[in-house]
């Protein structure tokens, strides 16, 4: 039995955002629980999301922990390659 906690997960997003919808149902097939800031909604969150993610100005930005992990494409390419689940403490 795996006894890992789940990292925190953050993810960045718009509400107009196809890709932040396509980032958050993927999450939530995954059945793991993540917060959601809305930059459209706060100046100063965006603020944050351009410094933690290097200067990367497009949404959805998403951490796991404190590892970047990118946009939606990232997050589909890390669970189509298996590790996901790793970086989500299930592996």
């Known amino acids: 039995m ?5 990292p925190d997960i953050t993810m960045y997003s718009t509400g107009w955002c196809p890709y932040c919808d396509r980032a958050r149902g993927l999450l ?8 959601e800031v809305k ?3 706060d100046p100063a969150q965006r603020d944050l999301m351009l410094k933690r993610s290097g200067g990367r100005r497009t949404v959805p930005q998403i951490f796991i922990g404190d590892r970047h992990v990118g946009g939606f494409d990232d997050l589909y390419a890390l669970d189509k390659a298996g590790e996901l689940d790793q970086l989500l403490g299930r592996a």
Do not use: I, L, M, P
């Not at 795996?2 to 789940?6: E, G, I, V």
């Open 2 to 6: 795996n006894t890992t906690a789940q």
């Open 39 to 41: 930059v459209d909604d």
């Open 28 to 35: 939530q097939r995954k059945g793991v629980a993540f917060s």
